[in-house]
């Protein structure tokens, strides 16, 4: 069974930063592409960045410069990191993999709160 734990989160002032991991475990995703997807209240979820089986990345407009996603496939891992943190950041992180057209997973989430 696929299972994928996010961590990291937090608060953080306006201007910090934070680093999520997310560690898969269940199978090998070596050939999968993994991402990062945020949900703020009463919103809805969107692309954060994305990172392809050849290192491909992809990231939304509006953290394009701020944040960084990288995989480390020896240890089933995608890393976010955040830098110049903004209020408008704050939202539920979760980590997502597809496997193939069949096959996707999220993990549950982990909450970020920029303060102003």
């Known amino acids: 069974q696929v299972q994928l734990g996010e961590s990291g989160g937090g608060l953080v002032q306006a201007g910090g930063s934070l680093r999520l991991s997310c560690v898969a475990s269940?199978?090998?995703?070596?050939?999968?592409?993994m991402g990062w997807f945020r949900q703020a209240p009463g919103k809805q979820r969107e692309l954060v960045a994305v990172v392809t089986e050849t290192d491909r990345t992809v990231y939304g407009d509006s953290v394009k410069g701020r944040f960084t996603i990288s995989r480390d496939n020896a240890k089933n891992t995608v890393f976010l990191q955040m830098n110049s943190l903004k209020p408008e950041d704050t939202a539920v992180y979760l980590c997502?993999?597809?496997?193939?057209?069949?096959?996707?997973?999220w993990g549950q989430g982990t909450q970020v709160t920029v303060s102003s």
């Open positions: 997502k993999i597809v496997e193939d057209v069949w096959n996707e997973y």
């Open positions: 269940g199978g090998t995703f070596s050939r999968s592409a």
